[in-house]
């Protein structure tokens, strides 16, 4: 559910036409909906209402600050992954007694700083990072919570490049070595033990890998605490998939059905990491046509957003609807086209042979489902400005990061100091 629909013919982001943002900023931009943020938020959170649960909304899926706040307003704590994630997280009003630091790889230097802001939990994911993580703390005098995950070799069965949970894959500390690392972690100054977590993909769109993995999560925290590990929290990550193609998903609540089954009858709070599933469908990619180019196999729409602006296709080959700006008419006949952008590599393609009503030069085009995972990883490769983004509220609308000039990206670089040429 979405509030990106046509009223009038023309498609809107609630009540606002998206044309109308065009012509303001320009193309090609990102537009979020607030209310489908919230409408997402509010499901996930009624899925829990009856357990004592933390939804820790997980920044890296969006960014964005105004993202961030509407969230933060709503209730919703943050899962980070880096410095910055936690800047902006605080930033945005998210409180650090709700914030979670999870990653594989947290340098000295974000662990001081995550811990001078007091955040709720440090997730851990190897004896090194706990050693390091147990000299910071001793070196502040401090005794942080920390969570360790654990990598219940489990296959998420989604995409290789976002599965998480198998023993191949680099994160989190392997099940059978649990009770070690709680003990070594025990033993440590500075750090209090009290959390199992646990990510095994992205993506899902089956329960039953998320049923094996919280059961196996289950029996851990039982092992743990027949070891004298006092546990309290369990962090279950984030994963649950969303439509792209209008396609059939689990729901929240069966989700929390299964959440229920395996890990329900713990006692311990319950922390979720999702970040898709709030913003994924709460945000859109519009993009003008340039060119209508009629190649020898065949047709290419090549629009002004590029690989740089949205990655997946070319990253994941993700499926990403693709509608008109303007509704074609009932009876429009469709044809097969290639969408792509201006990059110079093939993988430059949002769509193969995808059918789409006649679409002419100059013509709005919006990519659906961009909200997660779209302006987080663009870049600018070939030397593309950032794409802006806009937040829409009702009939109100507000450019939420604006399109960085030529200038700002000039400056960046820098001759090296025997390059400068004096004259
Ligand atoms: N927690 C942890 C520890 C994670 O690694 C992730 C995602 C999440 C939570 C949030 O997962 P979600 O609810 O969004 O599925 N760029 C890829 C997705 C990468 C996901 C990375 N980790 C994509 O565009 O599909």
Not at 108 to 134: G, H, K, Y
Not at 228 to 254: A, C, K, N
Not at 348 to 360: C, G
Request: aromatic residues 6%; contains cysteine.
């Amino acid at each position: 559910m979405n509030h990106f629909q046509y009223i009038d013919g023309e498609l809107h982001a609630e009540d606002v036409p998206l044309a109308e943002i065009a012509r303001s900023v320009g193309t090609p931009f990102y537009c979020y909906s607030t209310a489908t943020l919230e409408r997402h938020y509010k499901v996930f959170a009624q899925a829990f209402a009856d357990h004592d649960a933390l939804i820790c909304y997980a920044v890296k899926a969006n960014a964005n600050l105004a993202v961030i706040r509407t969230l933060a307003d709503l209730g919703a704590g943050a899962d980070v992954v880096s410095e910055g994630e936690l800047r902006k997280a605080l930033a945005g009003g998210v409180p650090p007694e709700r914030i979670v630091f999870s990653g594989v790889g947290k340098t000295r230097a974000e662990m001081e700083f995550a811990l001078d802001q007091r955040i709720m939990q440090i997730n851990v994911e190897s004896i090194p990072e706990l050693e390091t993580l147990s000299a910071v703390a001793s070196q502040r005098g401090m005794t942080v919570s920390i969570g360790i995950r654990i990598n219940p070799d489990v296959d998420a069965r989604t995409h290789e490049k976002i599965s998480t949970g198998k023993a191949e894959n680099k994160f989190g500390i392997a099940i059978s070595a649990a009770r070690d690392v709680f003990a070594r972690a025990a033993a440590l100054p500075g750090l209090r033990p009290i959390s199992v977590a646990i990510h095994i993909g992205s993506q899902l769109t089956d329960l039953e890998p998320f049923r094996a993995a919280f059961t196996k999560l289950a029996a851990t925290v039982r092992d743990l605490r027949d070891h004298g590990h006092r546990i309290d929290r369990v962090d279950l990550g984030g994963g649950l998939g969303i439509p792209y193609r209008e396609e059939t998903l689990p729901l929240p609540i069966e989700y929390s059905k299964v959440v229920a089954d395996t890990v329900g009858d713990l006692g311990c709070r319950l922390v979720f990491e999702p970040g898709r599933m709030l913003v994924g469908n709460a945000g859109i990619l519009v993009s003008r046509v340039i060119y209508v180019k009629d190649g020898e196999a065949k047709r290419f729409l090549i629009i002004d957003a590029a690989m740089n602006d949205l990655l997946r296709p070319a990253m994941y080959d993700a499926w990403h609807d693709i509608k008109p700006l303007r509704a074609p008419p009932p009876d429009a006949a469709v044809a097969p086209v290639d969408v792509v952008g201006p990059a110079c590599e093939t993988s430059d393609t949002f769509a193969r042979q995808r059918d789409l009503t006649p679409v002419r030069e100059g013509d709005l085009l919006a990519i659906l489902t961009a909200g997660a995972y779209g302006a987080v990883m663009a870049s600018n490769y070939n030397v593309r400005l950032l794409t802006p983004e806009i937040l829409v509220r009702g009939s109100d609308w507000s450019v939420v990061r604006r399109r960085p000039d030529y200038e700002d990206l000039l400056r960046q670089d820098s001759l090296a100091k025997w390059q400068v040429r004096s004259r």
